[in-house]
């Protein structure tokens, strides 16, 4: 059974800082995994999506890479802002898709 | 226009009752699924239909049950309410089964007192 680890679950950073989040997954056996952000209250936002093939995806400011040997995947936001504060979840998916607890993010003013 | 969407947003209901919740996609997809987030975010899949065939039906109390009258429709029926059962659920749907892109609803939070 897929299990999914997120570190860290919180991170609290000012603006315009660079962060790193990370997930692991313990079964590599992977279609692709699926990063997404949920306001609180809210739904799900999917922010990236990686296939099994690739290594990376970008899309704006946000980068996600993906080493499926070693069962690894980053989120990198570059050039945080408060608008970015949120919980990030990972994803990765085989027959189902298995959440993380995700990482609880807040970008200070 | 909303891809997917669901109705009620909020539902508020005593133990023993019998609810449903409605979940509709446009997208087109062949895939709908079923999500339940607890008290503590973690999100767990319940079910899963594609072209009206249950594909994943993980250990959830039978009082729970889905039903998809089109593609476009999963709904989900849930009888004999219990106060665990309060929880935020959401409804999903992709291309395909195995390794397709999820879009996600805006959750129906369930309240049981």
């Known amino acids: 059974k897929q299990e999914v680890t997120q570190i860290p679950a919180a991170l609290s950073v000012p603006e315009g800082e660079n962060l790193v989040l990370n997930c692991s997954f313990t079964d590599s056996a992977i279609y692709n995994l699926q990063w997404f952000r949920q306001d609180p209250g809210k739904g799900l936002t999917s922010l990236l999506l990686i296939q099994s093939s690739q290594r990376e995806q970008t899309s704006g400011r946000l980068n996600a890479s993906l080493d499926k040997s070693s069962g690894r995947s980053t989120l990198y936001i570059a050039a945080s802002q408060p608008g970015d504060s949120a919980t990030y979840l990972c994803a990765p998916s085989n027959n189902d898709m298995r959440f993380g607890a995700g990482t609880r993010l807040t970008v200070k003013p | 226009d909303t891809a997917v969407s669901q109705t009620p947003k909020y539902l508020v209901t005593q133990m023993g009752n019998d609810k449903s919740i409605k979940c509709e996609q446009n997208?087109?997809?062949?895939?709908m699924y079923w999500y339940k987030q607890d008290s503590k975010k973690f999100l767990k899949i319940m079910f899963s239909y594609n072209n009206k065939e249950l594909i994943i039906n993980e250990t959830v109390p039978n009082r729970f049950s889905p039903k998809s009258p089109d593609k476009a429709h999963l709904n989900l029926h849930i009888n004999s309410l219990e106060l665990g059962d309060s929880a935020v659920y959401f409804c999903?749907?992709?291309?395909?089964?195995?390794?397709?892109?999820?879009?996600f609803g805006p959750g129906t939070r369930l309240t049981v007192t």
């Open positions: 999903a749907s992709s291309r395909g089964q195995g390794g397709y892109e999820q879009y």
């Open positions: 997208l087109g997809h062949d895939t």
